[in-house]
């Protein structure tokens, strides 16, 4: 679908940003849609509509947006130089983009991102568990790029463009973009299901991780037995909303690791599903993650007794795999 494409929905701006406004999709592209409106409702009735069509939507109310540009969040930024905006009613998301200036500190940013690359430090098991710290430091390594860049006065959005920018501003060691560029090859598999094939994800983290030595990444990524995620502590307050998220989405895993098949309730199932589009991460309050993380808790105590690193299992599996430097 064409940009041009787009029906006009009840939402008061519409703009479609990312690899489908700068022209440069390929195989492993999203497609991205801003919507934003003043009625939560209207946005949740035209997000679904739109998700079913195969877009990614970023969905904002009008005073959430505003507030990021407040903030300075480079999101604004992002949409400022790539968007095309296809429906703007009153002017409001135009004038925004426009008047928008970003910061030159990023400091606060770069260590919640470096809070969110620590999940990637422990991982369930398994084939999905490598993926998802694959996913985990596609995303991380992505912010950590935007944020350093922009520090400097560079703003590039497109990751193979972001990672080639790195080497050439020699924030990470020559020749060592393209180790970086696999994470977003192995983060498509990871959102897209796939369980299998994952013998060569830990090489390939070994590799990233040494590209970012330099940082505040982990050393190495252990995968240990799912309980030890499942009941392991929930990230120290304050924590922002996506690094609950994604540290529920870590216990999920787990959860399933140690339990295949295993059936879920109507909020895990949403959360399950949410793997494949991270951006719903957003429409969810950090204020619910307490009560999720119970809920897995529970299922793994209901189906046996807590897993132990010793406890046989029908494929047995060393209780921890360590790679990266270390």
């Known amino acids: 679908m064409t940009p041009h494409r787009v029906a006009v929905s009840g939402a008061s701006a519409e703009a479609i940003f990312g690899s489908t406004s700068r022209g440069d999709t390929d195989a492993l592209s999203d497609r991205d849609i801003l919507i934003v409106d003043d009625n939560v409702k209207a946005l949740r009735h035209w997000s679904r509509k739109l998700e079913e069509d195969g877009w990614s ?3 904002y109310t009008f005073a959430k947006l505003e507030a990021l540009s407040r903030m300075g969040a480079l999101f604004i930024q992002h949409l400022k130089l790539e968007a095309s905006i296809i429906a703007d009613r009153d002017g409001r998301l135009s004038a925004l983009l426009r008047s928008f200036e970003p910061r030159r500190d ?6 919640e991102n470096a809070r969110l690359a620590a999940l990637a430090g422990e991982v369930p098991l398994g084939s999905r568990g490598a993926l998802l710290a694959a996913d985990i430091l596609y995303v991380a390594t992505r912010n950590h790029g935007v944020l350093l860049l922009a520090e400097r006065g560079i703003h590039c ?6 990672i080639c920018a790195l080497e050439d501003e020699r924030l990470i060691p020559a020749g060592t973009s393209r180790d970086l560029a696999s994470l977003r090859f192995l983060k498509c598999l990871y959102r ?3 369980a299998a094939h994952g013998e060569h994800v830990p090489e390939a983290l070994d590799r990233a991780l040494a590209a970012l ?3 505040q990444f982990p050393s190495r990524m252990r995968q240990v037995a799912p309980s030890a995620i499942v009941h392991g502590p929930a990230p120290e307050e304050p924590a922002f909303a996506y690094l609950h ?3 529920l989405e870590r216990r999920l895993v787990a959860l399933k ?3 295949p098949g295993i059936t879920f309730d109507s909020d895990l199932a949403r959360l399950s599903s949410w793997i494949a589009n991270p951006r719903a991460y957003s429409a969810l309050s950090e204020r619910i993650a307490p009560r999720l993380r119970n809920k897995i808790e529970n299922l793994l105590r209901a189906t046996s007794a807590s897993l132990d690193p010793n406890t046989p299992t029908t494929n047995p ?3 921890i795999v360590s790679i990266g430097k270390g």
């Open 57 to 59: 939507v970023a969905s």
């Open 106 to 111: 990023y400091s606060r940013e770069l260590a």
């Open 157 to 162: 959005y497109s990751y193979s463009v972001l």
């Open 192 to 194: 897209a299901g796939e």
């Open 213 to 215: 030595q330099a940082y």
């Open 245 to 247: 998220l994604r540290d």
């Open 257 to 259: 690791s140690a339990r």
């Open 317 to 319: 599996e060393p209780a």
